[in-house]
């Protein structure tokens, strides 16, 4: 099973984090690249990769800080992955 989620891109930040947003049901993905020819993208599939252990791609927004992210895991897990991430601010 596959979920595609709505994520907001803040590029320029010191570590890459991602932590899931109740209200707007997405993501937000803290990154260290800027967005230059392509580095952004290649950290945010690179690390949202190593983090869930699966396949990602980006679906939508190529050269948007606004992205559609497709995960291949039910919507539950990556929830409960975040969370459990969050709870023990280790990534």
Do not use: R
Request: aromatic share 6%; net charge positive; glycine share 4%.
């Amino acid at each position: 099973m596959e979920t595609i989620l709505n994520a907001k891109i803040l590029p320029g930040k010191k570590l890459f984090a991602v932590e899931y947003n109740k209200e707007n049901d997405s993501l937000i993905v803290k990154i260290t690249q800027v967005p230059d020819k392509g580095k952004a993208n290649k950290e945010i599939i690179k690390e949202l990769k190593k983090f869930f252990k699966v396949e990602i791609e980006i679906v939508f927004g190529l050269k948007s800080k606004d992205k559609k992210i497709k995960i291949n895991l039910p919507k539950e897990s990556i929830i409960t992955l975040l969370e459990t991430q969050a709870n023990s601010k280790t990534f």
